[in-house]
């Protein structure tokens, strides 16, 4: 090996996404975070489990990677996804984010609720969503927040949740570029 560099490992494209979500807390409804019930008189509407933590998440890896939202992918109108578990979502995200080259390097995330405290169900939530992801939970972080009285959050009327998504895409990407540029210099 004298003389000779070891080569560097090809550089990783780091790309990342942005995803939020709010729904409304009406009784009747269990209430599902990151993939965890947690026992509470009130639950996010919604056409699936109204997992508004997952659905921030998803919606966050799917931008960094570039592909789409939700919504693109997982149709309101579709029956399948009446009352379905969201971490369904962050499985098939994972198989969309493997498809297009894409690693999931970390996300990290705010849940929003007014009541009730969530303290105790945070570490079952990265554990959930990270298993649904394929990933170790220290890659996940989960962080929870009350409303302070304002707004629609703080007033209890609703769930909010922030998630951002840092990912790793291979270097394919570069190629793609230069083909783009000739095709617009036509
Ligand atoms: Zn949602």
Redesign the pocket.
């Known amino acids: 090996m004298k003389g000779k560099e070891t080569p560097l490992a090809p550089p990783a494209l780091l790309r990342a996404g942005i995803g939020n979500?709010?729904?409304p807390l009406v009784p009747g409804r269990p209430l599902v975070l990151g993939g965890v019930l947690i026992p509470f008189d009130r639950g996010?509407q919604?056409?699936?489990d109204?997992?508004?933590l997952?659905?921030?998440i998803c919606d966050a890896l799917l931008g960094a990677a570039g592909l789409g939202d939700?919504g693109t992918h997982f149709s309101d109108a579709s029956r399948k996804w009446r009352n379905a578990s969201?971490l369904e979502f962050l499985r098939r995200a994972r198989t969309l984010l493997d498809a297009a080259g894409c690693s999931i390097n970390n996300i990290d995330a705010t849940v929003s609720i007014e009541k009730p405290k969530l303290r105790r169900y945070i570490a079952g939530m990265r554990e959930a969503v990270a298993l649904a992801l394929g990933v170790e939970p220290g890659r996940v972080s989960i962080k929870a927040k009350r409303g302070e009285g304002l707004d629609a959050v703080g007033r209890g009327e609703a769930v909010r949740?922030d998630a951002i998504a840092l990912v790793e895409a291979s270097v394919k990407q570069p190629r793609a570029r230069v083909a783009t540029r000739r095709q617009r210099s036509r």
């Open positions: 979500d709010i729904h996010p919604g056409h699936s109204g997992d508004a997952a659905h921030a939700m969201s949740a």
